[in-house]
């Protein structure tokens, strides 16, 4: 049961939408966390027992660090001033090593469940080559759904109690829902424990506002993931399954119209995330902001994914910046180079930790790895040439701020990412390499008029109302992009007007739409990574 499928909408959603409504206030927060787990079974039978007992831990754990704070200030207030110092160190020497286990149980699982057999096999390729008698088994490992996410947002919970930004949580039953709430478990986004548990299993009264709007966003991801990603989808897997019939011109449609094809899949998914918590009230952190009108790789991944882009900020770069060794580091290079050489220095070590945890979070393969590592350089190089190319541009008198400058960087910075998630679908690192060299090897136009893009796996009707629907969607954008809510607008207008805008729009999804015969159910991409 995908979020976009036809059982979540039209049965499992509005079914606990009824059941919220008709219960007390006080036993709301109950019923969706009951919907959550039956969700989540019906999707991963057993394996729901991984996010309970992940439950379980977190919540141990944070009382633990929360008890720890309290012995240390009750004995502080009954020894004299000098003694405290000693004791403070004592006290922050447990609590790191509570929370050293904590990530440890945690990252360890997740790393165990879904990369054992990657980097066995990769081990085993090693010690062959060697020529060591020595392998290591390959498991049949069941991975429960979701696992990255809610890994993810059980460590920061658990860091920030740590850090006295999050007070550990008695009720375990509001804990449970902020890891298992159904609209977020399979793609995020990964919600912060202050964020989302209070408003969560408050229990709010359904208002008109909030239904009326909650169903509009869940239209609209309804429309980009079955007008757009749906029916992109058989083009893109023949040519990325297929890839070595075709030529350069098939490759590059390929890249773009697959990068196209997981924004409309994702960040679909993620309005229907935000549209369902916008029913109960409960608001769930943006994770897109129009990334295609970014001018570079690092505003690019500001505007995309938002909230594992902030978790890896929060969790591996100041961490990682503020350690001693990259510090003094840092600080020799500043002395002997100047300040933005101790700048890079930080910088490099930062983004290189936060660039290979992306790369590995997202799947076991040594192209998701190449992913993370492509834009770690890109963006190193960008902060290391920044000065020279601001010095360039003065001294050339170009304003970098112009309409034709930004243009060019806009165009740059599809490249890149067209490139990017060119290697990042591909069939394995070495189909990624051979796909692009195509590119320059292989090139001929002729695709383009020969009919090749045609026998693809979709029609002309899919170009066309693919088409219809990027314009829509480019429109939308631009408007966000201003500063424009096309939903607090409709919302002033008219009865007839507002409402014919409603059916509208459900209208274009239900004719537009992917499914039906000669359709198959296409799965959330981002649920598998």
Not at 30 to 48: D, Q
Not at 193 to 222: C, E, H, M
Not at 340 to 350: E, P
Not at 370 to 394: C, T
Request: proline share 3%.
């Amino acid at each position: 049961m995908s979020y976009s499928s036809i059982l979540y909408i039209c049965i499992f959603l509005p079914a606990v939408i009824l059941l919220y409504g008709i219960t007390p206030q006080r036993h709301r927060g109950k019923i969706l966390l009951a919907a959550s787990y039956l969700f989540f079974y019906m999707l991963s039978g057993k394996l729901l027992v991984y996010l309970i007992l992940s439950t379980f831990s977190i919540h141990h754990i944070g009382l633990w660090l929360s008890s720890c704070r309290r012995e240390f200030e009750l004995e502080k207030r009954q020894i004299p001033q000098e003694q405290r110092e000693p004791l403070k160190k004592a006290y922050t020497a447990k609590r790191r090593k509570i929370l050293l286990f904590a990530v440890l149980l945690h990252v360890g699982m997740l790393l165990f469940l879904k990369y054992f057999n990657f980097f066995g096999t990769n081990v085993n390729h090693l010690l062959q080559l060697l020529s060591v008698p020595i392998q290591i088994p390959q498991l049949k490992l069941a991975v429960p759904l979701g696992i990255s996410f809610y890994t993810l947002q059980a460590v920061s919970y658990i860091v920030d109690v740590y850090q006295g930004k999050t007070e550990a949580d008695d009720n375990i039953g509001r804990l449970a829902l902020y890891m298992a709430f159904f609209p977020v478990i399979m793609e995020g986004p990964i919600c912060r424990y202050s964020q989302t548990a209070p408003d969560l299993y408050q229990g709010k009264q359904l208002a008109y506002r909030n239904v009326t709007f909650g169903y509009q966003r869940i239209v609209w991801g309804l429309f980009k993931k079955l007008v757009i990603a749906d029916r992109l989808n058989p083009l893109v897997k023949t040519i990325f399954e297929n890839h070595q019939d075709y030529g350069g011109v098939v490759v590059i449609a390929g890249a773009v119209l697959y990068t196209f094809q997981l924004y409309a899949d994702f960040s679909g998914c993620i309005d229907i995330t935000i549209g369902t918590g916008e029913i109960f009230g409960v608001k769930i952190p943006e994770n897109f902001r129009q990334p295609f009108f970014s001018k570079t790789a690092s505003e690019f991944w500001r505007r995309w994914h938002i909230t594992l882009g902030t978790w890896f900020k929060d969790y591996i770069f100041y961490p990682v910046s503020l350690t001693h060794f990259v510090k003094n580091l840092s600080k020799k290079t500043k002395n002997r180079f100047g300040k933005h050489a101790g700048q890079i220095v930080t910088s490099a070590f930062a983004l290189f930790g936060v660039w290979f945890c992306n790369g590995l979070w997202h799947g076991t393969g040594w192209n998701y790895i190449f992913f993370g590592l492509y834009y770690f350089v890109l963006i190193l190089l960008g902060n290391i040439f920044e000065p020279w190319i601001q010095s360039a541009a003065d001294r050339l008198h170009i304003d970098r701020h112009s309409r034709w400058y930004s243009c060019l960087q806009r165009i740059k910075l599809l490249l890149i990412v067209f490139t990017g998630e060119l290697f990042f679908r591909a069939e394995g690192l070495r189909a990624g390499t051979d796909m692009f060299r195509s590119v320059f090897t292989e090139f001929d136009l002729s695709a383009l008029t020969d009919g090749s893009l045609f026998s693809l796996g979709i029609s002309r009707a899919d170009y066309l109302a693919v088409l219809a629907g990027f314009a829509v969607v480019l429109l939308v954008g631009i408007l966000h992009e201003k500063g424009i809510s096309i939903r607090e607008r409709a919302a002033r207008w008219g009865i007839i007007r507002r409402w014919s805008f409603y059916y509208g729009a459900v209208l274009a999804v239900v004719i537009f739409g992917a499914y039906g015969p000669g359709y198959r159910a296409v799965d959330l991409i981002y649920a598998g990574f």
